[in-house]
């Protein structure tokens, strides 16, 4: 079965600083992607960034990034210059294989960006 | 905007009764996703249909059931609701099985109130 697993339930960073948001996941499956989402206080769900299982480099999006780690199997996001409009809950998710097509989400971090 | 629609945006009714709510997915989009996010929790995966057709089901009690019509359009009806049923109800689209590294789109939730 799978299972998302976000050990931070809050974070605060300083604004304009970096930031890692942790992610591990657990599967048998060789073939998987590995999500992220922002939800701001106003409740709607955004999509940021992509990684798949077979993917050799670590996707990039703007100023996200992920840190993929497949052999200690992590995915932790990384905010850089962050902006007071970061503040959210984040969360990690997956999607195993072509055949198995529902996504399973983590517990949540919530980024609170200090001015 | 994800280009899913979900309504009612917010819905108050007593203990004991029955609720639909109803998402109409992206176009282009031939799966639909229902899940549940209670006060401060996660995203619980309930159930998903393709093109009309249960395709996963996850977290969902006997209570509550789903269908996406021909126009794949879906609902979820809600029964002898519980005050625990309170909570953020998702609905999210993709365009199909087999393509994992498709994000899920999200609408902007019904929040059910059970008083």
């Known amino acids: 079965a799978q299972k998302i697993t976000q050990t931070q339930p809050g974070m605060f960073v300083q604004e304009k600083e970096a930031v890692t948001l942790d992610c591990t996941y657990d599967?048998?499956?060789?073939?998987?992607?590995l999500f992220w989402y922002k939800q701001p206080s106003s409740g709607e769900m955004i999509f940021l960034i992509y990684?798949?299982?077979?993917?050799?480099q670590n996707a990039t999006e703007g100023r996200y990034s992920l840190n993929f780690q497949k052999a200690r199997k992590s995915a932790n996001l990384v905010i850089s210059a962050s902006q007071l409009g970061d503040s959210a809950m984040y969360f990690c998710?997956?999607?195993?294989?072509?055949?198995?097509?529902?996504?399973?989400f983590g517990a949540g971090t919530r980024l609170t960006v200090k001015p | 905007d994800s280009g899913v629609t979900q309504t009612p945006k917010h819905l108050i009714t007593a203990t004991g009764q029955r609720v639909t709510l109803r998402c109409s997915p992206r176009?282009?989009?031939?799966?639909v996703y229902w899940y549940q996010q209670s006060l401060d929790q996660g995203l619980q995966f309930l159930i998903q249909y393709y093109n009309g057709e249960e395709r996963a089901k996850g977290n969902i009690l006997e209570r509550f059931s789903a269908q996406q019509f021909p126009d794949l359009h879906s609902e979820l009806n809600l029964s002898s609701l519980e005050l625990g049923d309170s909570a953020l109800y998702f609905c999210?689209?993709?365009?199909?099985?087999?393509?994992?590294?498709?994000?899920?789109?999200f609408g902007n939730g019904t929040r059910l109130t059970v008083t």
């Open positions: 998710a997956m999607r195993e294989g072509p055949h198995n097509n529902d996504m399973r």
């Open positions: 990684q798949g299982s077979y993917d050799q």
């Open positions: 599967t048998s499956d060789p073939s998987y992607g």
């Open positions: 999210a689209s993709s365009v199909a099985p087999g393509q994992g590294n498709s994000p899920l789109h």
């Open positions: 176009s282009g989009d031939l799966s």
